[in-house]
């Protein structure tokens, strides 16, 4: 039985925002973060979160603070090799990450997870959603990752690769259907406007 470990993605620079640490804007009486960490521990046997800069202002959370290892800021795909790095060395097999801009994740996005990849076969789920437009939206910050990827993954960043998909297409992708019938699950504050938005749906 697959039992990830939880990483929160944290390592982006918040440029639309301003700056700084998104994740610590409030919504309500708690933070965005806070929100993350309250939808996925109660998931996961361990949670640590990815952020580069100073570990200390993250002190109050508890949480290990995990350091992107591959210098430039190359993305969220550094996020998810620091999570492998991370759980591999404490024997986990699988992680299962989330943005930290995503205060309304899904109560069961693990089991959800790893359900998909198990029935489809596939080393690598990501959730989706329907999209009457687009078909299917993938959502790549959310993801289970098998941590025997990591060194194939550490490669493909030296080597230039940034964008998820282009490298979960190697190995192959389940996708995990969530309904949107309550809201996007998914909904992640980029920029003022998305804030506002997120302090109506909370």
């Given amino acids: ?3 990830p470990y939880g990483v929160i993605l944290a390592g982006g620079r918040a440029t639309r925002m301003g700056g700084g640490d998104k994740g610590r804007m409030m919504l309500g ?16 046997p361990r949670l640590a979160l990815s952020a580069n800069g100073d570990p200390a202002r993250f002190s109050d959370l508890q949480l290990t ?39 309304f994740l899904p109560g069961d996005l693990v089991p959800q997870l790893v359900l998909a990849a198990e029935a ?11 999209d009457p437009e687009r078909g299917v939206v993938r959502h790549p910050t959310c993801g289970l990752w098998p941590v025997d990827l990591r060194e194939d993954l550490r ?23 969530f309904p949107t019938d309550r809201g996007d699950p998914f909904f992640n504050v980029n920029t003022p406007e998305d804030l506002d938005a997120a302090r109506g749906m909370a």
């Fill in 120 to 130: 489809q076969g596939k080393p690598i789920a990501l959730a989706s959603t329907p």
């Fill in 155 to 177: 490669d493909a960043l030296k080597d230039g690769v940034r964008k998820v998909v282009l490298w979960t297409e190697r190995h192959g992708t389940a996708l995990a259907a």
């Fill in 65 to 103: 603070v995990l350091p992107d290892s591959i210098e430039g800021h190359p993305g969220p795909l550094a996020g998810v090799l620091a999570g492998m790095d991370w759980a591999a060395r404490l024997g986990a097999t699988h992680i299962v990450t989330a943005a930290a801009d995503t205060p």
């Fill in 29 to 44: 009486d708690r933070s965005i973060l806070d929100r993350v960490i309250d939808r996925l521990s109660p998931q996961v």
């Fill in 1 to 3: 039985m697959i039992a």
